[in-house]
Each structure stands twice: as C-alpha cells, then as structure tokens.
C-alpha cells in the first residue's frame, strides 16, 4: 500500500488558479505512475490528469485539456496539478492515486489505482 497525501485546496474565486500537490512518506513517487481525480457530491469519479514513473510524459483528459497541467519535481518528492481559470464546476475534493503493480497511466486513469489519498477540497464561488 503506497501512502499518499495531498494539499493545497482551498476556496477560489471564478477565474483563478491552485496549485495542489501530492506527496508519499513512505515511498518515492519518482517510481509510481500517478493520476489526479476528483469527485463532486453525488457524480461519478473523474480522471483529470496522469503522469508516467522515472519520465515526464502525460496524459490530460479532453474535459481539462488546457486548463490543468501535472508535473513532478523528484527532488521533493511531489506531483503537482496546476488548475487554471477555476469554474464552479470544478468544485470536487481532488484526489491523487497511484499503484504497486499498474504502472500505465491509461490503466490508472481507468479504475486501475489501489492507492488513494485523502482528497483535498477545491471550492470555486464568488
């Protein structure tokens, strides 16, 4: 089980930007696949963003494409998603996920993750 934490949520007006970050203690994420999710109260989970272990290479779903841009910095142990031009129905807790064995971000961002973290809360409202 691979341990994850994620922050940087919080409340933004329509049109501005956040910053999250996931993070694990007990593992280095440099070697895990990891997808960004999020899920609003009463949908579906969605796949927003996933980028490949020991590379740089993602994939974006088309629903943020241009908006929401994932990156890694190795040195500090974090995967980030940078979220742009925030609409209301953004609003979700975000999640991060990864897994032991999947390491294929088409297999993550398909249901493929067996570790979660906790969510962070995002709220877009003026």
């Known amino acids: 089980q691979v341990q994850l934490v994620e922050s940087g949520g919080g409340v933004v007006e329509p049109g501005g930007s956040l910053k999250l970050s996931c993070t694990s203690p007990n593992l280095a994420l440099e070697d895990l696949t990891t997808g960004w999710f999020r899920q609003a109260p009463g949908q579906e989970r969605e796949a927003l963003s996933c980028i490949v272990h020991n590379d740089e290479k993602t994939e974006t779903a088309d629903s943020v494409k241009g908006r929401f841009t994932v990156s890694r910095d190795n040195a500090k142990n974090m995967v980030y998603l940078q979220m742009a031009n925030l609409q209301p129905g953004d609003s979700a807790v975000y999640f991060c996920?990864?897994?032991?064995?999947?390491?294929?971000?088409?297999?993550?961002?398909?249901?493929?993750?067996?570790?979660w973290g906790q969510g962070t809360q995002v709220s877009v409202s003026s």
């Open positions: 996920a990864t897994d032991l064995i999947m390491q294929s971000c088409t297999v993550i961002l398909n249901g493929g993750a067996g570790s």
